[in-house]
């Protein structure tokens, strides 16, 4: 199964993402994830995403595309794998498309987490006091929405135009959340159920 999920910042991506990949053992790949362990670490790579991630902007095609390209390549992500905050730009998925046909593989289905926007922002100002993320300002925060409508909200016509995207109500206890997605994969016949 290659599965994609998105939703706006705060949507609860990075922990269903965990959930449903180790539901149906495949790696969760989140490009945020990444990024944050380079910065961490200092790598080029590091220094080049921060600005752009403290800014709440995207960090540029070129770089993120080159980091998900090697990402996918290696072992474990050969049988399948979930996406966790990529792609979020339309030219992101024609990279992800050239990658992907280069094994003869597709992406499977895309999970679109939906929430109500003042409730996300609540969400992103109380991760901001228990996990302390430089991104996690009320200023960054808005602006980090504002990007997801205008460059990832249209990915959403993109892959429903190619009949892939199912909608899950993001709202309501992580565990319910979980259900309503194994669910819907159930559907497209992946036994996460
Ligand atoms: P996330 O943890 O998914 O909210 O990502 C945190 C930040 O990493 C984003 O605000 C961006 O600056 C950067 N980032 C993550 N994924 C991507 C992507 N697919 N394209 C560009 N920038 C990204």
Same mark, same amino acid.
């Given at each position: ?6 939703? @706006? ?11 449903? %990949? ?5 790696? %969760?790949? #989140? ?12 790598? @080029? ?12 902007? !995207? ?36 990279? $992800?498309?050239?990658?992907?046909? %280069?094994?003869?593989? #597709? ?15 609540? *969400?992103? $100002? ?21 990007? !997801?409508?205008?460059?990832? %909200? @249209?990915?959403?016509?993109? !892959?429903?135009?190619?009949? $892939? ?27 996460? *159920?």
């Amino acid at each position: 199964m290659r599965i994609i999920l998105m939703g @706006p910042p705060g949507a609860g991506k990075g922990t269903q993402a965990k959930v449903v %990949a180790e539901r149906l053992s495949i790696p %969760a790949i #989140s490009t945020g994830d990444i990024f944050r362990a380079n910065v961490s670490d200092g790598t @080029p790579l590091g220094v080049e995403a921060q600005r752009y991630m403290d800014a709440g902007e !995207y960090v540029p095609d070129e770089v993120t595309n080159a980091m998900v390209r090697d990402r996918i390549a290696e072992a474990d992500a050969r049988g399948g794998f979930l996406l966790d905050g990529y792609p979020r730009t339309v030219a992101q998925v024609h990279e $992800l498309d050239t990658m992907l046909e %280069a094994t003869g593989d #597709s992406v499977d289905a895309v999970v679109v987490l939906t929430v109500d926007g003042d409730e996300v922002v609540q *969400r992103l $100002l109380q991760r901001a006091e228990t996990e302390g993320r430089a991104d996690d300002t009320e200023d960054v925060i808005r602006h980090r929405q504002e990007v !997801y409508a205008e460059q990832t %909200a @249209p990915l959403v016509e993109v !892959y429903g135009d190619r009949g $892939l995207v199912r909608e899950v109500d993001g709202m309501g206890e992580v565990d319910e959340v979980s259900e309503r997605i194994f669910a819907v994969l159930d559907r497209d016949g992946t036994g996460a *159920r």
